[in-house]
């Protein structure tokens, strides 16, 4: 079982150098399916989906491993800001909060689990904003 698992993440390092990212992203999307609790391959198939703008095939990867993971799993922090961030950019900043927080209990310099205080300063921003402009 591992070792199938390892053979496929060197698989998906001779395709990223071949510049295949679709067929590499294919590989750690099954690497994530078949071992949601691999936390390398799911932050690798989180980090390329962001980067190539695939924000649904970012959460969708999300929805499937989460219920997987625990919080005493070490990686559980990871998981959670990956999860904050696939639903920040999807828009659904409801879900996204307490995953952000929920991260920076466990991680406070975990980048991605900061996304909850950017959204609130911008929601503050936004505010003024209006309030600013009502009243011209």
Request: glycine share 10%; proline share 5%; hydrophobic share 30%.
């Given at each position: 079982m591992l070792q199938d698992q390892h053979g496929l993440a060197v698989s998906t390092s001779?395709?990223?150098?071949?510049?295949?990212f679709d067929r590499t992203l294919t590989i750690w999307d099954?690497?994530?399916t078949e071992y949601p609790t691999d936390v390398l391959a799911f932050r690798l198939a989180h980090f390329n989906n962001f980067w190539l703008?695939?924000?649904?095939?970012m959460l969708a990867s999300v929805k499937q491993a989460f219920p997987?993971?625990?919080?005493?799993?070490?990686?559980?922090?990871?998981?959670?800001?990956?999860?904050c961030f696939a639903y920040?950019?999807?828009?659904?900043?409801?879900?996204?909060?307490?995953?952000?927080?929920?991260?920076?209990?466990?991680?406070?310099?975990?980048f991605w689990g900061h996304m909850p205080s950017l959204m609130s300063w911008?929601?503050?921003v936004d505010s003024a904003k209006a309030s600013t402009y009502s009243q011209s």
């Open positions: 001779s395709t990223e150098a071949a510049a295949s099954s690497i994530v703008g695939r924000r649904e095939v997987k993971w625990g919080r005493d799993m070490p990686g559980f922090g990871t998981v959670l800001s990956c999860r920040e950019e999807c828009g659904d900043y409801t879900t996204a909060e307490p995953s952000g927080w929920a991260a920076l209990e466990i991680d406070p310099a975990d911008k929601c503050k």
